[in-house]
């Protein structure tokens, strides 16, 4: 079946240091995918998404891009903050006979230390 | 509403009884979700609504768990004779209708808590 792999956490960085979560996916269609975020005590909210393949999808300095060939979504930022701790989800969603269905990963602690 | 709301936000019970959750998605959204995250966990997918009905039930761990949603909104998560091991977080997402590369959008979720 369907199935979001992500890199096990918790990763622990410095304030400023380059970030990487590896993400990587099993799909039988042509999904979207997506990163979701969670803040301590918050529910998850989108982060990027994106639809095709090479697609970039980007916001708040966190960036990842749609690899077809390699099925994955790597989440990168190039200088992490304080503010970025929280649980990372890689997410993908296919059209299916009834609609819409989503597979999260397990999801990616990362605790940054000032 | 602007967002997705879930009542309670916090829940306690003691072991035996049932429980109701409800979550009312965005205005709109056809297809609703839910999730469980139990304490430092990722999310355990439940059940799927597109619409009225639930095309996908595989994730409900139990016999003791229900859903249902009517007119195609508010939707109510039915756990009965709680379990310890049912303390968690039970999140409720939304997403439009028939559309490629929707989000969800999440709520806050109810946090219970089975004594």
């Known amino acids: 079946g369907d199935s979001v792999t992500q890199m096990e956490g918790p990763v622990t960085l410095s304030e400023e240091a380059f970030l990487t979560i590896n993400c990587t996916y099993t799909?039988?269609?042509?999904?979207?995918l997506f990163w979701y975020v969670q803040y301590p005590g918050e529910g998850l909210q989108l982060l990027l998404k994106?639809?095709?393949?090479?697609d970039k999808g980007s916001n708040k300095g966190f960036e990842a891009t749609y690899r077809k060939e390699t099925t994955s979504f790597h989440l990168e930022k190039g200088s992490v903050q304080v503010s970025d701790s929280a649980v990372y989800f890689c997410?993908?969603?296919?059209?299916?006979?009834?609609?819409?269905?989503?597979?999260f990963g397990p999801g990616t602690r990362l605790s940054v230390l000032p | 509403g602007a967002g997705v709301s879930q009542s309670p936000s916090n829940k306690v019970t003691e072991k035996g009884k049932d429980v109701e959750l409800r979550c009312d998605p965005i205005?709109?959204?056809?297809?609703l979700y839910w999730y469980r995250q139990s304490l430092g966990q990722g999310l355990e997918f439940l059940i799927y609504f597109q619409g009225n009905s639930a095309p996908d039930k595989s994730g409900l761990p139990s016999d003791r768990f229900s859903a249902e949603r009517t007119g195609g909104s508010v939707s109510t998560l039915t756990i009965q004779r709680t379990q310890q091991e049912d303390s968690a977080v039970y999140l409720c997402?939304?997403?439009?209708?028939?559309?490629?590369?929707?989000?969800?959008?999440f709520g806050p979720g109810t946090r219970l808590t089975v004594t």
């Open positions: 997410a993908l969603s296919l059209r299916d006979n009834y609609g819409q269905n989503f597979v």
């Open positions: 799909a039988t269609g042509y999904p979207s």
């Open positions: 205005s709109g959204h056809t297809a």
């Open positions: 997402a939304s997403s439009a209708p028939l559309a490629w590369s929707y989000e969800q959008y």
């Open positions: 994106a639809t095709k393949a090479d």
